[in-house]
């Protein structure tokens, strides 16, 4: 079935370092969404791109959807300790009832 | 605060026995989809729940099962449990079934031993 891959699985830095996780799919997306997961905790909603080539920006927050819709990347600007936890693409919409989740980039960052 | 709870936050079972896990939904939210999470891995779409009908279903046997009432909010059954059902179990309600963003509950961590 639909599968979305996603790497790193786990990314270390020191603070104040760039930190980007990157999910990649075979066929086109209809969509993708972004979740934070802080540990211990549930996933929260973080974006959804749906344009090819979109990008959006939420503080030191950007997101990237592909010209061909097929990958999608959460780039961090100069990582604080706040930013650690499990950041999942979700592949919502291309298979109607179907919702793939990558796997997760696990963020550490060290003070 | 999403709004989503769940009960039980924690469980343990035995091999062979039967679980039932509930979420209501936030309001408004008349779509329920449900998880498994394995510890660190991303969570595994079990089904999902459209106006009280099941409308997708991920790789999981039929022992898993769910229903979604009137007021939207939904159970999640499991028959025979084996030893790697032990996870965290997450629902998710959303706006609608198709592109709109998920807001989970706190999930239940369930351990079968």
């Known amino acids: 079935g639909q599968q979305v891959m996603q790497i790193p699985q786990y990314q270390h830095v020191q603070e104040g370092e760039d930190f980007t996780t990157y999910c990649n799919s075979s066929?086109?997306?209809?969509?993708i969404q972004w979740y934070k997961q802080r540990p211990g905790g549930h996933p929260v909603f973080l974006i959804q791109?749906?344009?090819?080539?979109e990008v959006k920006k939420q503080k030191r927050l950007t997101f990237q959807f592909g010209e061909a819709k097929k990958n999608s990347s959460l780039h961090i600007t100069a990582t604080q300790t706040t930013d650690v936890g499990t950041y999942f693409c979700?592949?919502?919409?291309?298979?109607?009832?179907?919702?793939?989740f990558g796997r997760g980039t696990q963020l550490t960052v060290w003070p | 605060e999403t709004g989503v709870t769940q009960s039980p936050t924690h469980l343990i079972k035995t091999r062979g026995q039967q679980v039932t896990l509930r979420c209501s939904s936030q309001?408004?939210?008349?779509?329920v989809s449900w998880y498994q999470q394995a510890l660190g891995q991303g969570p595994q779409f079990i089904f999902q729940?459209?106006?009280?009908?099941?409308?997708g279903r991920g790789n999981f046997p039929p022992r898993f099962s769910g229903l979604q009432f009137p007021n939207y909010s939904s159970e999640l059954n499991v028959n025979a449990l084996e030893l790697d059902d032990s996870a965290l179990y997450l629902c998710?309600?959303?706006?609608?079934?198709?592109?709109?963003?998920?807001?989970f509950g706190s999930g239940t961590q369930l351990s079968v031993l």
């Open positions: 998710a309600s959303s706006e609608g079934a198709y592109n709109e963003k998920l807001f």
């Open positions: 066929t086109t997306l209809s969509n």
């Open positions: 791109l749906v344009k090819s080539g």
């Open positions: 979700l592949d919502r919409g291309s298979t109607l009832g179907r919702l793939y």
């Open positions: 309001s408004g939210h008349n779509t």
């Open positions: 729940y459209y106006r009280e009908e099941e409308n």
